[in-house]
């Protein structure tokens, strides 16, 4: 009871009482908000002509939301059951922004304050000086991260802005829209949310500490995803972005892997942002609770919409396939075509939390020799890893600062970012070399930059020092396309005694094989309990189990007479018959080494009765599942169905003498972090693969030729994000 009248104390101090003149409504990107209201009242939303639409009530902080409403539409509010006149509301267009006065009216100082975006929502933000100066030293070049995290909390900063402090830029954290102090509700990348991006970044450019008038986004995971929100809504003030470690849709990856719900770590980051959404101080952001229970009265004020939150597990387990109206708006696929000032961006093959589907919307990148992409073997931080992070670092100096770069400012942090990411006690990875060093023009430093290739791929990381698993690549290629235009389309087809080869089968040579799924036979992560802790470790005490009798089959290659080298997504093309009308499938790529051991490559995943693909986004190596419930199909009884499944993208060396391995499986067993909500089946399922010459399975890879490896040693375990066991064979003999 406390709270509550602190809270109804705070709102009326800021925002005044209601008067007779009608409801309180905020006027919003298709949302309306009623403030001010007593618990229970019943309002309700109408046409201009007085046609019902819906009715709500208001909840005990006397608030109600009407969402998914039209923009710059107009509609009537009333209060049921009294006779005073409605009140009449329209949203506002996402696409009419401010005029450039209303940014420029806000001025930010350092420390802790509120920025007022469009709709009148203020928004929680720490601005930080370049470490060691002061804001009236400026003007400095400047980076934004901006995200449900807490980078608006005075007493933590987040990893990417730690570093652009320590290395001259000022900084500004800002909490998005319903967490931390920021008022309003919080949604998964709407439109709301995205705008507000847009103001946050007009309104620190047009400070006059703020070099040049513009600024840069940088952050890793959340504050990286949503930097292609507001990059492809395209601010004036916006010079350059650096998202790291990303998504490309809510739906995919990874949400729903091959249409299969993820209630590992995406249910766990949902509920942890439904828990950040909660009302301060019962609940909520521990930084928001103590800011209120300080008496931070514009953050309790804040709060005054947090009950009418939409539950983002309700929202997607709701919605177990992809629905366009809602998703597409929410996924960085449907922005990043539309982003127009550099980009680098980076991200990791084997990422333990939102894997490796970022790399789907490649492709739409925006074309120009100031967008780069760094892609590695590794796991969610392997973005900050030296290799990557010397880059990141250039990238800034040039686009944000205007600076010829000096990457190796950041050698005295190198210790403490190791201990950060792979744990206290671990060695300082090799540093890269300073290949700015000596060059004495910002020309000539942007033509070394922009010369390099556009997508930039390390291989082999972990295994390119004495210390095995210690971030360190072995060499790298360049590629200007994505998926690289060098691939060729490799098949390698199922044989008998879970052969793999490159020929098609003949007559003699055709037969079928069968496997029981059964989920439950292995662990579902391969480092379960303290997983989030372990994931960075130089070595991971990962748990990855060979498959177990006939719960699975296997085919692989003889040994290879020379390396062989893939970069870019795979399939694994079955054609296939169950004994039931739908079946989840996992595909494994790895690589069975000389020695005995194996090596984890990389995985897919599909519910069989979303097979049906996209045919305009499909290609020979990429199936794309449309996932639409009106594309759903059962399995034919008694027939094999085409069904093509796959695999993540990656980059690997198979080296000579190794053989290439594929395995079909019940969902589980590979991913460190992910589980999959896939039905027991007790091995009572039955699921046969038929590798005959007109109904042949297959795996495609995309190899690329020419590749020159260097003559190392690859540990095994070593390679980051790719866990190694001792070879057993399936039942099938692969």
């Not at 770590?265 to 942890?272: P, Y």
Request: aromatic share 8%; charged share 20%; glycine share 10%.
């Amino acid at each position: 009871m406390k709270n509550r009248l602190l809270l109804a104390l705070a709102l009326t101090c800021l925002l005044g009482p209601s008067t007779a003149l009608g409801l309180d409504v905020q006027e919003g990107i298709g949302f309306l908000a009623v403030r001010g209201l007593v618990e229970g009242t019943e309002v309700a939303l109408e046409t201009p002509g007085g046609s019902p639409l819906e009715t709500g009530f208001a909840d005990r902080f006397g608030s109600l939301l009407f969402r998914e409403l039209g923009e710059g539409r107009t509609y009537r509010l009333r209060e049921v059951g009294v006779a005073d006149p409605p009140t009449v509301a329209t949203t506002r267009v996402f696409a009419e922004h401010p005029d450039a006065s209303f940014h420029r009216g806000q001025t930010l100082v350092n420390g802790y304050q509120y920025i007022e975006m469009r709709d009148g929502t203020l928004l929680s933000a720490m601005v930080r000086p370049p470490l060691g100066k002061t804001l009236d030293q400026g003007p400095f070049p400047t980076v934004v991260e901006y995200s449900g995290y807490d980078p608006a909390n005075p007493q933590a900063t987040q990893p990417s802005t730690l570093l652009a402090s320590a290395l001259g830029f000022a900084t500004v954290g800002v909490n998005m829209r319903g967490s931390g102090c920021s008022g309003g509700t919080f949604d998964l990348f709407d439109l709301p949310t995205t705008a507000d991006g847009y103001d946050v970044v007009e309104t620190v450019a047009a400070q006059s500490w703020v070099l040049g008038g513009r600024v840069g986004m940088v952050g890793i995971s959340f504050p990286g995803i949503s930097q292609l929100f507001v990059g492809g809504a395209r601010p004036p003030g916006l010079a350059a972005i650096a998202p790291l470690s990303v998504i490309s849709d809510i739906f995919r990856f990874p949400g729903f892997p091959g249409g299969i719900r993820n209630s590992g770590f995406a249910e766990s980051w949902l509920q942890e942002r439904k828990d950040d959404a909660e009302p301060a101080p019962e609940g909520g952001q521990g930084w928001a609770r103590r800011r209120v229970r300080d008496g931070d009265a514009v953050c309790l004020a804040n709060q005054d919409l947090r009950l009418q939150t939409l539950d983002p597990i309700e929202f997607t387990v709701e919605q177990p396939y992809y629905v366009p109206e809602l998703m597409d708006p929410r996924s960085p696929i449907t922005w990043i075509s539309n982003i127009e000032v550099p980009i680098f961006l980076a991200g990791a093959w084997h990422d333990e939390q939102t894997g490796a589907g970022f790399v789907s919307m490649l492709k739409h990148l925006p074309r120009g020799r100031d967008v780069k992409v760094s892609l590695v073997n590794g796991v969610h931080s392997s973005a900050l890893e030296p290799s990557i992070l010397y880059e990141w670092i250039a990238f800034l100096d040039l686009y944000v600062a205007g600076n010829i770069p000096d990457p190796s400012r950041a050698a005295p942090f190198a210790p403490i970012i190791a201990a950060e990411i792979l744990g206290g006690g671990a060695p300082t990875p090799p540093l890269p070399v300073d290949r700015y060093d000596g060059i004495s023009t910002f020309k000539a430093a942007k033509k070394l930059f922009e010369d390099t290739p556009r997508f930039r791929v390390l291989l082999e990381n972990g295994a390119g020092s004495p210390t095995a698993g210690l971030p360190a690549p072995t060499f790298e290629l360049g590629f200007g396309t994505w998926p690289p235009r060098e691939k060729k389309h490799t098949p390698w087809y199922f044989g008998p005694g879970g052969t793999l080869t490159p020929k098609r089968p003949t007559r003699a040579t055709s037969g079928t094989d069968t496997y029981r799924p059964d989920p439950d036979a292995r662990p579902q992560q391969t480092l379960p309990g303290s997983g989030a802790a372990d994931s960075w470790k130089v070595m991971p005490p990962y748990d990855w189990r060979p498959l177990l009798g006939d719960t699975a089959v296997g085919y692989v290659t003889p040994p290879l007479a020379e390396d062989v080298t893939i970069v870019g997504p795979s399939s694994v093309d079955l054609w296939l018959r169950s004994s039931v009308d739908d079946t989840d499938i996992q595909v494994t790529l790895s690589e069975v080494r000389p020695d005995g051991f194996e090596a984890y490559v990389q995985t897919g995943w599909l519910r069989a009765s979303q097979r049906r693909e996209d045919r305009r986004r499909r290609t020979r190596l990429e199936p794309w599942p449309t996932h639409l419930e009106e594309h759903a199909e059962v399995l034919p009884a008694g027939e094999f169905e085409p069904v093509r499944v796959g695999l993540l993208s990656v980059a690997h060396v198979f080296r000579a003498g190794s053989r290439i391995r594929i395995t079909v499986e019940a969902p589980g067993g590979d991913r460190t972090r992910w589980r999959f909500d896939t039905p027991p089946t007790g091995g009572a399922v039955v699921n046969e693969i038929s590798r005959t010459r007109k109904k042949p399975s297959r795996l495609m890879l995309p190899v690329i030729r020419k590749v020159d490896p260097p003559d190392v040693d690859v540990p095994c375990p070593g390679l980051r994000g790719q866990p190694c066991r001792a070879y057993v064979p399936a039942a099938n003999g692969g």
